[in-house]
């Protein structure tokens, strides 16, 4: 099939054509909230990754054009598989999945025969496919609290959120080694440099951090976490130690409050805007509702492998799944 033809838009009003193609198709456009502000201000809904899957799942629209990175849009498709999932730009990609290759996951799994995989929903679908649970940022506190103390666990591929939830919560997980580029870049050096600056600014951090990080958050959260928290800190003054797009969200629900971009080793929060997510652009939206391509298709075996420990993370992250109703399943 050739390429659709892309020309210059120079001179085209973006918003209004994408207006009227989310109309003519149907389509629902979800955003997360490390995009850019525009694409943040058109999406109809902005959330992170617990609550986009959620979102995914229930919408009565033909078309979903996830402005995220490519996990995300997959996740949609998983869940909504008799939707078209388009994704402006299919290289946004994650270091998180990039990673964790399935055959190197399956083998680590076949290694611990004894340990369920709880696995961050940040992975491919094939990862997903070989793992029990997943969880999100938001969802893992719950998830992790409704498995037995006495069941044994590996969590991949966040390294720093599954050693986090083994601090939090007291367990002993077998840590995958994976880290977010975005959230390691984070210096503690400038971040205390900055505290000097603002001595009663309280810190809220993403557990994609490192410990060197999170050591000096007076809130450790998701980004809708920390979005909260923002609204509900008495001060004036908030550093946000997770991807400086989301402070677009704080800006607007609070003109009156000051939120500053953990820093980078430069001292410049700018190292911190994820790569992958900066490659949607609006142009890029355009063409995908236009040409309904770049699109997400997956096997279906492998769908409905991936489907079942996303399910399982939607049923207990709404506590709908009691306690030790876990049993250790055999990597496919
Ligand atoms: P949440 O929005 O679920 O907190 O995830 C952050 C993230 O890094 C997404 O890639
Ligand atoms: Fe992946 Fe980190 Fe970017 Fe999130 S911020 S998409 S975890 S690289």
Redesign the pocket.
Known sequence: MTAPVRENLSGVDLRAEIDRLRKDRNAVILA???QKPEIQDLADFV??????SRKAAETDADVIAFC??K??AETAKILSPEKIVVLPDMDAG?S?EDSCPPEQFKRFREQHPDHIALTY??CSAAVKALSDIIV???SAETIISQIPESQKIIFGPDRHLGGYLNRKFGRDMLLWPGV?I??EAFSETELLKLKAQHPDAPVAA?P?CPPHIIDHADYV??????LQFAKSFPGDTLIVA??PHIIHQMEKALPEKKFIGAPGADGNCNCNI?PY?ALNTMEKLYFALRDLEPRIELDEELRLGAKKSLDRMLEMASGTIGKGDLGARAPA
């Open positions: 997360h909230y490390y959330g992170d990754s617990l609550e986009l995220g990175v996990f995300m994650c998180l929903i940040n999100t940022s938001s977010c975005v959230h993403h994609e959260g998701s980004t809708s976490g920390i997770t991807e994820c997510m």
